[in-house]
C-alpha cells in the first residue's frame, strides 16, 4: 500500500481517509464554473490533534492540503490545484460551549449553519447567529475565513467581523489560539485590545491555516419578524432609498435584487427590508419609521410597496433556498457569481453592466446587493446562471464573471472569495508594499508552501 496513505490511516482510521476513484472524482470539483482538478487523497479527521498530526505528515512529505467545509463558495477555493490532500471538515461538527450572557458560542471547524441554527432553536430559542443564504449544510469556519455575509450583516457587519476567537492549525503543525482564549478560559474577543492576529487567517481562503475552532457572536432573536418589498424603476434612487431606510436605525437587514425573470420582475429594483419586534407595537412603529423615510419616494411616484404576499413564506426563510431556483432558469442548475464589496453609490453601474454582460455572453442574469454595516459597503452579486450539460454556456459565463470581476476592479471595488484568476488581477491592482507585507506573513506561516496553494499565491 501506499506509504502517505498508510501514514493518514494510521492518524484517522481506515473509514476517514479514501483514494478511491469516486471520492477523488467529487473532490476534485465544485459547483462552479472552475475546471476540476483531482486531489491525491481525501481525509476527514475527527479531532484538533488528528488535523495537527495530518499537517506534520504533509510538512514532512511536502503535500499540498486543502481545508474544505461543503465546498459550496463556488469560486473553486477547495478544489486542489496542485493535489495532495483535501482536508475534509465535516466531521468536526460538534458545538463545544454556549456562553448566553456573553452573547457567544464555540463550534468545531466543520460545524454546519444549519446544524447551529438548530440548536440554538432548540436550547437557546431567544438567540441567533448571522445565517447566509448558503445551503445549510456549510460550514461557519469556512464562511469566516471568507468574509461571508448573513442576515445579520447589514447591522453588524461581515460574519468574520463577528468572530470571537479561533484555534488554528498552523502550516507548520502547531496550535494556535488567537483571542481572549489565548490568555484564560473565555472566547469573548477575538482581538480588542490585544493585536488582533486574527487578520492572519479570515479571508486568507484556508492557506494560512486550519481553523479547528471558531467563536462567534450571538444575537437578540426576536419573537417577530417580516418582511417588505419597495419597487422603483429607477437605478439611480436605489442607493438614497438604502441609505434613507439605513438612517432609521430600524431593519435587520436590506437585499436589494433585480432579474428579468420569472417577468413580473422585470425591469425593477426590489429593496427587499427585513424587520423584526418583540409585539406587534415594535413592529408596527418600524414600519411607519420606513414609510416615513420613504414617503418623498411615494409621493414622487418613483416608487412604492409591493405587495409580498406571494413571496413571503419564501422571503423570510433561513437560508433563503429560494435563491439557488435561479440556477434553473436555463435548466440544468448552474449559478455562478462575481461578488465585489463596493459603495452602494456605485449601484446604477453596476446594474447596468450586469444587463450589459448577459446581452453580450448570452447568458440568464441576477442582480444582488447585500447592504453591509448600515450602509458603509454593499456586496455586489453579479450572477449569470448555466446548464451544466453545456460547455459553451459554461465558458461564455466563465468569461462574463471574470470581466465583471474586472470591471469591479476598476471601480475601487475588492473581490469577495475570489477565484484563482480574480486574485491575481487583485494582487496586480494592489500596492506593491502591502503585497510585500502578505508575502512576508505567507512565507513566514507557510514556508514550504503546502495551504491551498494556487490561491493567494503572494510570490
Ligand atoms: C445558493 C447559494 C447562496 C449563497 N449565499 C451566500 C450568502 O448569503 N452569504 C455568504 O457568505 N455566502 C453565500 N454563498 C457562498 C458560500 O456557499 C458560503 O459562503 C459558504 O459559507 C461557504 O461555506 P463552505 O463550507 O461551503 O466553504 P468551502 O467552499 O468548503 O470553503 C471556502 C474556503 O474556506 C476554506 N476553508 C474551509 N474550511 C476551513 C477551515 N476549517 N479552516 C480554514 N479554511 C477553511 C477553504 O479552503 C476555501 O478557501 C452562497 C452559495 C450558494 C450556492
Redesign the pocket.
Known sequence: MDRILQSLIDIVGEKAVSNHAEEIWYYAR??GVMPPHEPDYVVAPRTTEEVQRIVQLANRERIPI?????????TG??IPLKGGIVLD?KRMDRILEVNERGRYVIVE??TS?GKLKSYLEDHYPHLRHSI????AA??I???V??H???RLTQQYGF?SDMVTGLEVVLPTGEVCRIGSCSMGPYWFSKGPTLPDLSGL?LGW??TT????KVGIRLYPRKKMRDVEIFVTDRDDLVADIVYRVTHTEMVEDITVWFQPKPLMFKDNNHITIYLTGDTDEELEFKRLMIWDALREFIDSKDGGFMSVQPLKPMLLEM?QRG??AFADVPKGGGFEYSGPITLVDQYPMYAEKVKQLASKYNVVYAGTA?IISGGHAMMFGISFAFNRADPDMIDRVRRAVHEATEFALDLGGIPW?PNIHEQKLAMERMDPNTLRLMKMIKQNLDPQGIM?PG?WEVG
Open positions: 465544485d459547483p486543502v481545508p474544505m467545509g461543503n465546498g459550496m463558495a463556488l477555493l477547495v471538515m471547524g466543520g449553519q447566509p443564504d448558503a445551503p456549510t460550514t469556519a469556512a464562511n475565513a471568507i461571508g455575509q448573513g460574519n487567517f481562503l484556508g491555516g486550519i481553523i479547528t437560508p435563491i439557488a447585500r472569495k491551498n490561491n
